[in-house]
């Protein structure tokens, strides 16, 4: 058996246990891909983690992100998390931004404040959505076609299927059959009135053990990409997610000059300590 140092941090929290928790294991070289996999059975979160040396030169850390059922090549509150717990142990980047491997290339990090923003990172699949997929999906959330405004595909590594409807409210009404979701990750985004906790209420719903995800920062990575890109959102806005599951995430996003969109929240490391592989 290995020791290894061992995080838990609580990401898009605007105060603890109101975010996504995510497991990172420090250091785990050597680890089997079995291991791996096992442990992120075990803790049954949405993601676990697992800090590596990088292999590219211009990389600060590798990362692997697995769920319960496999392994990503990116996910966005993961990506945030492990951040936090590889700073809150000493890691000390090249250069002011933060340079993340994983399985989708390079992914940026920069800090501001108590908060961590990653750049978004482009579509393994984008564009329109067949009749056929989202009559599916929408059968799946119980909604009619028609009260989709909008909807693509904005698959940034975890396959997602981006809808717009009218409303937060209605976002918020919705009763998935979660049994019917099987192959599909359906993410529903609806804007809050002018009193809102937010500008947009976001909803994300995934087969198998997740269920329904307290608050992705993939998710609202490729909103953000296709929403902002389509002039249907402004350049900066806030997301509330995790309302139905009694969460508060609290993510911000914002453009930069370049036209980039970063997906931006709190991370604080709540559980520090070792395991044993």
């Known amino acids: 058996m290995t020791t290894l140092d061992f995080s838990q941090v609580d990401v898009f929290a605007p105060a603890p246990l109101t975010?996504?928790?995510?497991?990172?294991?420090?250091?785990?070289?050597?680890?089997?891909?079995?291991?791996?996999?096992?442990?992120?059975?075990?803790?049954?979160?949405?993601e676990t983690t697992f800090l590596l040396p990088p292999t590219d030169p211009a990389a600060d850390y590798r990362l692997r992100i697995f769920t319960p059922s496999g392994e990503l090549p990116f996910a966005g509150h993961p990506t945030l998390g492990s951040a936090r717990a590889w700073l809150d142990t000493g890691g000390v980047p090249a250069d002011e931004v933060i340079v993340q491997e994983c399985g989708i290339g390079l992914v940026d990090i920069r800090r501001t404040d108590d908060a961590l923003a990653f750049r978004a990172p482009g579509f393994l699949r984008s564009g329109p959505v067949s009749d056929d997929d989202l009559a599916r999906a929408c059968a799946a959330l119980g909604i009619a076609v028609d009260e989709v405004a909008h909807s693509s595909w904005i698959d940034n590594?975890?396959?997602?299927?981006?809808?717009?409807?009218?409303?937060?409210?209605?976002?918020?009404?919705?009763?998935?059959d979660l049994g019917a979701l099987t192959g599909l990750h359906l993410g529903v985004i609806g804007p809050h009135g002018a009193d809102g906790p937010a500008?947009?209420?976001?909803?994300?719903?995934?087969?198998?053990?997740?269920?329904?995800?307290?608050?992705?920062?993939s998710?609202?990575?490729?909103?953000?990409?296709?929403?902002?890109?389509?002039?249907?959102?402004?350049?900066?806005?806030?997301?509330?997610?995790?309302?139905?599951?009694?969460?508060?995430?609290d993510v911000r996003i914002t453009t930069d000059a370049a036209g980039d969109q970063w997906v931006g929240g709190?991370?604080?490391?709540?559980?520090r300590g070792t395991v044993e592989l």
């Open 157 to 176: 590594g975890p396959g997602w299927l981006g809808m717009v409807l009218a409303s937060a409210e209605r976002v918020l009404a919705i009763e998935p």
């Open 266 to 271: 709190a991370a604080r490391t709540l559980i």
């Open 219 to 249: 998710l609202n990575a490729g909103f953000a990409v296709w929403l902002v890109g389509a002039a249907l959102v402004p350049a900066d806005y806030t997301v509330r997610q995790g309302t139905a599951l009694q969460r508060a995430g």
């Open 19 to 46: 975010g996504n928790p995510v497991a990172v294991v420090h250091d785990a070289v050597g680890l089997t891909d079995d291991q791996l996999a096992a442990f992120a059975r075990w803790t049954n979160l949405s």
């Open 199 to 217: 500008d947009h209420e976001v909803r994300a719903f995934v087969p198998g053990a997740i269920g329904e995800d307290p608050v992705t920062g």
